[in-house]
Structure formats: structure tokens, C-alpha cells
């Protein structure tokens, strides 16, 4: 039982009138966990509710508002499972599937997540974009941007950028620049006080206040960054009128050519899902307000061109990956997408240039990039060692011309992912795919009889 913040009450009483018993009887309901379901990963929608029985596994039943989110039986516990590792599904609240589908990125666009951590919406609209287009991923926190750019390989993402900046500093490096931008913002959560209690440590009439004038302040960022013509999705998880319909309304005024293209509450006593707020606008025509934005050209610091007849140390990397994919790699995959390499430091990223998107480099100089597109590998003594991105980015093990393939419930899937070396009859040596029911989950490398194990440190279970 929730006892709730006495002005909190008061508040909602205010707001729903008759509805408020209703409302109010919601927080002694069991709250609601669901999944949301990869479309990177080959065959999983059409396939693996059946083929990979996630279905019965995790008791799935379908989010209304999303075609690939589906609510899960609690006890099931599937963050606990090595499909979680390979990337086959995402665990969000249902009712926070609903902003992406309501911004409806396309394959081809150019899209912003200004407050992305810790991945729900990024991974939501990379789904969306199929491989096609271009996301920049942004979270100021610069611990949280880190989980962020974990979920985001752990989803197998390879056109995404994941930035640590302000939203003022991406304004000044991309004005009018992105189709469509989802604004995820910091807010008061009482939406959120079922699900997580804590949440209401926090929640005071005067925190709201202040979390209405950060929102407005992040949403005028935002508009500074969408086209002419471009959609943005501004969602909340708290009931508060002062942060959803009263910035709203204060947007309005302060850019006459936004236009509220759609609105939607989600309220838990009449569905089922957690509270929360989508507001879409499109700006029809540029508002001009005077906000400082520079032109694209100008926002653009161009690199300086290398001495002739040098070999970029970018271009060596390179030919690394190339020899590392022809063995490794099947035919179709080793050529990488239109894009360029990036060295940082000893670490290689595959940034991709997506049609119509003048984003290569330069544009990144002087933000904190956390992945500049597809992390390949890791330039060590001459050779190229793979990321475990790049192995999260392949849809299924028949990409790789080795494979260590375990069964999902396996003793060795939980072994491997211990970071355990395991035992294999394998007379071949090299870098090998290790994946769980045809689905990749990291690297490991066969010699004399044993798989080593390439298992990220960091992501290894205890
Ligand atoms: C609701 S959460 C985002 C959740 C995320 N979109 C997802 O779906 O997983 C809001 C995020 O905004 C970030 N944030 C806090 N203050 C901010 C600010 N002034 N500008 C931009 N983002 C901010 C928080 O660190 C937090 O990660």
C-alpha cells in the first residue's frame, strides 16, 4: 500500500473531479512490466513468439499502442535471460512505447533523442529506422549516457551517434537539422509513484515548478533543431498539467507556427500501463525566432586534409577490419554501408553517412561522443580484435563464418556469459560467433580445443 504525498492527493482530486476514487484506487493495482521486441534481429517479429516460444516463456500479451511491445509476467523475469544479453528485446513500462509510436520515424530520417537515457525511446526508434537514416542519441548525464550507449549496442544499432552534451550545445551544433526529435524530458514522475515509490521522495508543488521551466528550456533547444516541416514528440510520465498541457501552451505562444498534431494521455485507471504524456507538433514553417542558430555550413568544422601521400592512420584501421571480416565475416557483410572510419584512440567506429544527412567528422569535433556510429574493433599489435557491438549488430549468426551456437537455457549460454573459457570438439582456430539459439551474444576465440572468452568485462554476469 502507497501513501501517497497529502498535496499530491489534494492535486488530483482538483484535476480528475468524480475520477479521482478511480485514479486513486489504481496505485493498490499491480503495476504493469513489459518487453518490447527488436525488429533489427532477422525473423523475430514474424517468427519468435512461436519459433523462440517467448510467448509461453515469459507469458506474452500484446500493448495495444505498440505492434511489437508486449506485456510480461513478472515471475518470468526475462532481463534475466541470455536472449536479454543478445539484444532480442528491450524491458520498458507499456505506457512509455506509446511516444515513439506516436512520432512515427521512418526509415531514412534523421532523428534526435535529446534525453535518451537509459535507451527506452532510442532503441524504440532505431527499430523504427530499420538500419536506414540516421539517430543522434543524447544524454547529458554523463554516467547514465554510458548505459545508454550500452543498450544502444546491446540492441545492435549501427546508425546511431550516442552524445553527453547540454541541450543548448547540440543547439548551436545542429540547427534545423533533424526530421523528427523526441524530447523525453526530466519531469516530476508522479506517473511513475506506483512503479517506483522513490520516486516520490523527490515530488514537492515547488520541484514541478521547477521541472515546467527546465522542460520549456530543453523544448526550446529542441525546436531550434527540427526542419521546417519536421515532427517533435514531447512525453512526460507525470499527470501535471503545469509540465504537459501548460508547457504546451506556452510553446504555442511563444512559436505561432507549431501546430499540436496529436495529444494522448495514458491514465491507469482506465488502461493498462503506468501515466503518461504525448504531446506531437510539427513546426510548418521556420519560426524565426532570433534564437542564435548558426547556418548548417557554418555549424560544420571542417577538418584539416592530410599531407599527400600520407596513409591515414584511420585508413590502416581499416584494412585491419577488412582482413578481420573476410575471415570472419559471410560475403554479404563485409562491406561496410556509405560512411567513414573514426579512430578513437585505438578503437574504431564505422560512422555512417545516411542520404541526404550532411553529418560526417567534423560535426562531432569538440562534443562528447560516447559512439560515433558502429563500433568495429580495437586496433591491437597489428591486428584488429572485434567490438562486441559488431557482433550485436549482426540479425542472426549466419552473418559469421564461424559459429558457436548454445542452446538458450543452456548451462554453457550461463557459462559463457560468466565469462568462462568452454571446452568445444572445434578443430578450427580464430574469432568465432557465439550466439544463443541462432541470435549473436559476443566473441569468442577457438584454439586448441577451447572457445576464450570475449564476453565484455563489464557485462558479465556475477
Ligand atoms: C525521462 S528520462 C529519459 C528516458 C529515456 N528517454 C528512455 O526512454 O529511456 C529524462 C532524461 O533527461 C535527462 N535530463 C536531466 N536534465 C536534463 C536537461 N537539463 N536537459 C536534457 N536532459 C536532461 C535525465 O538525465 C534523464 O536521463
Given at each position: 500500500m502507497i501513501t501517497l504525498p497529502p498535496s499530491y492527493v489534494e492535486q488530483m482530486r482538483r484535476q480528475l473531479g468524480a475520477e479521482s476514487a478511480a485514479f486513486l484506487a489504481s496505485y493498490d493495482a499491480p503495476r504493469t512490466q513489459g518487453l518490447r521486441l527488436n525488429p533489427l534481429k532477422t525473423g523475430l517479429l514474424e517468427k519468435g513468439l512461436d519459433r523462440l516460444e517467448l510467448k509461453s516463456r515469459f507469458g506474452l500479451e500484446p500493448v495495444p499502442w505498440c505492434d511489437t511491445g508486449f506485456y510480461y509476467?513478472?515471475?518470468?523475469?526475462?532481463?534475466?535471460?541470455p536472449f536479454h544479453a543478445a539484444g532480442l528485446y528491450y524491458i520498458q513500462e507499456p505506457s512509455a512505447m506509446s511516444a515513439v509510436e506516436l512520432l512515427a520515424p521512418e526509415p531514412g530520417d534523421i532523428v534526435l533523442d535529446l534525453a535518451g537515457a537509459p535507451g527506452g525511446k532510442s532503441t524504440h526508434i532505431a527499430g523504427k529506422l530499420r538500419g536506414a537514416g540516421l539517430l543522434v542519441s543524447n544524454e547529458i548525464h554523463p554516467a547514465r549516457a554510458r548505459i545508454l550507449s550500452e543498450n544502444i549496442e546491446r540492441f545492435g544499432i549501427r546508425n546511431a551517434i550516442v552524445t553527453s552534451a547540454s541541450p543548448p550545445q547540440l543547439e548551436e551544433r545542429f540547427p534545423?537539422?533533424?526530421?523528427k526529435i523526441m524530447v523525453d524530458a526530466p519531469c516530476s514522475g508522479e506517473g511513475m509513484f506506483r512503479k517506483d515509490p522513490e520516486a516520490m521522495d523527490e515530488w514537492s508543488p515547488d520541484h514541478v515548478t521547477m521541472c515546467a521551466a527546465r522542460q520549456s528550456d530543453i523544448l526550446d533547444s529542441a525546436l531550434a533543431m527540427l526542419k521546417t516541416g519536421g515532427r517533435l514528440a514531447y512525453s512526460t510520465c507525470t499527470f501535471n498539467e503545469k509540465e504537459n498541457e501548460k508547457v504546451i501552451a506556452g510553446l504555442l505562444q511563444r512559436y505561432p507556427s507549431l501546430r499540436i498534431e496529436r495529444t494522448e494521455r495514458i491514465w491507469p485507471h482506465l488502461q493498462r500501463g503506468e501515466g503518461h504524456f504525448v504531446c506531437v507538433l510539427r513546426l510548418e514553417e521556420d519560426p524565426g525566432t532570433g534564437r542564435p542558430a548558426l547556418s548548417a555550413a557554418a555549424a560544420k568544422r571542417p577538418e584539416g586534409r592530410p599531407k599527400r601521400g600520407a596513409v591515414r592512420p584511420e585508413e590502416e584501421a581499416i584494412r585491419l577490419y577488412e582482413a578481420f571480416a573476410a575471415d570472419t565475416l559471410s560475403p554479404e557483410e563485409r562491406a561496410l554501408p556509405p560512411g567513414e572510419p573514426v579512430l578513437y584512440g585505438e578503437q574504431l567506429y564505422w560512422l555512417p553517412h545516411a542520404a541526404g544527412c550532411p553529418l560526417d567528422r567534423g560535426w562531432l569535433q569538440g562534443l562528447k561522443v560516447l559512439?560515433?556510429?558502429?563500433?568495429?574493433?580495437e586496433v591491437k599489435k597489428g591486428r584488429l580484435e572485434p567490438a562486441h557491438a559488431l557482433a550485436l549488430s549482426l540479425p542472426d549468426a549466419s552473418y559469421a563464418t564461424r559459429v558457436f551456437d548454445l542452446p538458450d537455457e543452456s548451462d554453457a549460454a550461463e557459462r559463457y556469459l560468466r565469462g568462462e573459457a568452454l571446452h568445444t570438439d572445434e578443430a578450427a582456430g580464430g574469432w568465432t560467433l557465439v550466439a544463443v539459439a541462432g541470435f549473436p551474444i559476443g566473441w569468442g576465440k577457438l584454439s586448441g580445443g577451447q572457445l576464450k572468452n570475449h564476453y565484455p568485462k563489464g557485462l558479465r554476469k556475477p
Open positions: 509476467d513478472e515471475a518470468s523475469r526475462p532481463g534475466k535471460h534545423r537539422f533533424f526530421d559512439r560515433p556510429g558502429l563500433h568495429l574493433g
